[in-house]
């Protein structure tokens, strides 16, 4: 498809183990967000990228949080030793960068963490 | 903190217009409004954005007051298919890209 694709969807993880959330924007993108949503709530902003370029990961919770664009596409967020608190769902966004091009969204990730 | 205020719910007959408020009074003047919705398990989904001037596309229409402190986001003709989460944000800009702050946003519920 052309929109941007997360996987997995969904994820369970026991609290203390560490998972990795895949993001694969629309081809050609080369700005990418991360967010994350918690039930009830907007999107949260973690980190941007351009290209693959980490321009601001002001968002990011704490230093247990990791996101990569090694090649400026594909984007992996990385959550080590998960925390209950981590439960939200993940979502990640792209557009061309330039001007006022709007965010086109995935679906998302939904963490549980038990 | 999110630069926008909206009401938590509203509710819509199906096939009238459903009118959006949101209130951003401490907008700059080279910010723009951007309307986003979300529906049940989805992404957000853009709809559309603005600066001063009304715009219209195939989705809705935005208006936006002479002083910019307040917007309404219009759906001509409410479907079911349109009842989600409506976000309207306000675009802070810096650098060649942005970040977008998100309000808890409107529930819209269109009715049969």
């Known amino acids: 498809g052309a929109g941007v694709s997360q996987s997995p969807r969904y994820k369970v993880a026991k609290r203390g183990q560490d998972v990795a959330l895949r993001c694969d924007p629309i081809s050609g993108h080369v700005s990418l967000f991360w967010y994350q949503q918690a039930l009830g709530q907007g999107p949260e902003f973690l980190t941007y990228?351009?290209?693959?370029?980490?321009?601001?990961k002001s968002g990011l919770p704490s230093d247990r949080f990791f996101a990569e664009r090694p090649e400026g596409s594909v984007s992996t967020l990385k959550i080590q030793r998960t925390q209950q608190e981590d439960s939200a769902v993940y979502l990640c966004?792209?557009?061309?960068?330039?001007?006022?091009?709007?965010?086109?969204f995935g679906n998302g990730t939904r963490l549980t963490v038990t | 903190d999110a630069k926008t205020t909206q009401p938590t719910s509203m509710d819509c007959a199906e096939g009238r217009a459903a009118n959006l408020p949101c209130n951003h009074s401490t907008i700059s003047g080279n910010e723009y409004v951007y309307w986003y919705r979300q529906i049940h398990s989805q992404g957000p989904q853009y709809i559309i954005h603005g600066l001063k001037n009304n715009e219209t596309n195939e989705m809705a229409s935005l208006i936006i007051t002479e002083d910019r402190k307040s917007s309404t986001l219009i759906l001509p003709h409410a479907t079911l298919r349109d009842t989600a989460v409506y976000y309207c944000?306000?675009?802070?800009?810096?650098?060649?890209?942005?970040?977008?702050?998100w309000g808890a946003g409107t529930k819209l519920i269109i009715k049969p």
């Open positions: 990228f351009q290209n693959e370029a980490q321009l601001d």
């Open positions: 944000i306000v675009r802070v800009a810096w650098d060649s890209n942005y970040q977008l702050i």
């Open positions: 966004a792209s557009n061309r960068g330039t001007g006022n091009s709007p965010l086109h």
